[in-house]
């Protein structure tokens, strides 16, 4: 494609849709309008997507009877948590012992 060629469309609007064309109207570049719009929409649906799939291994993951995810991880926090405070502890205890 040249850098004069455009990929062009030509949409017609339904009467019931007549608000969308008066608004499209307003917008100075109509075909940026429609493309960040179109660009969000698929955007939104690969995030959908990504959570269906994370939702679907949790759920997997529970059936089954695994520890989930989300959960180990806060565990490890809590664990390390812990053993930060016995280690802080411990050079307190050996600081008042000498």
């Not at 100075?28 to 990504?50: M, W």
Request: proline share 1%.
């Amino acid at each position: 494609m040249t850098k004069s060629s455009k990929l062009r469309l030509s949409i017609s609007f339904r009467e019931e849709y007549k608000h969308v064309y008066e608004h499209l109207s307003k917008q100075a570049n109509r075909s940026d309008y429609i493309c960040r719009i179109i660009d969000k929409e698929l955007e939104n649906e690969e995030t959908i997507q990504r959570l269906e799939e994370k939702l679907e291994k949790l759920l997997n993951a529970l059936v089954d009877g695994q520890a989930l995810p989300v959960f180990e991880k806060e565990q490890t926090d809590s664990n390390d948590q812990t053993e930060q405070k016995l280690r802080d502890e411990d050079i307190d205890l050996i600081k008042n012992l000498f």
